[in-house]
């Protein structure tokens, strides 16, 4: 199983940027898919998920209303668009993949860094 993460870069308070994270090796569209990310010095966070379908997702409070997570289950890829991004998204991000809400995830990409400068 492979989850590549790109799309990452560097961008200014205010720009938008969007993240892809290919998977295969694995069904796709069985897989909830989640974002995390993790700013230099601190713990790595929850971003945001998906079901299976596409139709339910989740964020964190600092990102809702900015951020909207997809996927595209023919293209076996999950997206996440950044919006209004400000300096405190600075931070390595990463795709991760579960089967059910009750399972840990299983699976997880390399990351992207992205850097938000003011």
């Known amino acids: 199983v492979q989850l590549q993460a790109s799309g990452g870069g560097l961008a200014q308070a205010g720009d938008s940027l969007r993240l892809s994270c290919a998977a295969s090796?694995?069904?796709?569209?069985?897989?909830?898919m989640g974002w995390f990310r993790q700013a230099p010095g601190k713990e790595r966070e929850f971003v945001a998920n998906?079901?299976?379908?596409?139709?339910?997702?989740y964020y964190t409070d600092s990102v809702k209303g900015r951020f909207a997570i997809s996927r595209d289950n023919a293209k076996n890829t999950v997206y996440l668009q950044m919006n209004d991004l400000k300096p405190e998204d600075t931070a390595v991000y990463y795709c991760?993949?579960?089967?059910?809400?009750?399972?840990?995830?299983?699976?997880w990409g390399q990351g992207t860094l992205v850097t938000v400068s003011s």
């Open positions: 998906i079901d299976r379908g596409g139709g339910r997702a």
């Open positions: 991760a993949a579960r089967t059910i809400l009750s399972a840990p995830y299983a699976y």
């Open positions: 090796g694995l069904t796709f569209s069985s897989y909830r």
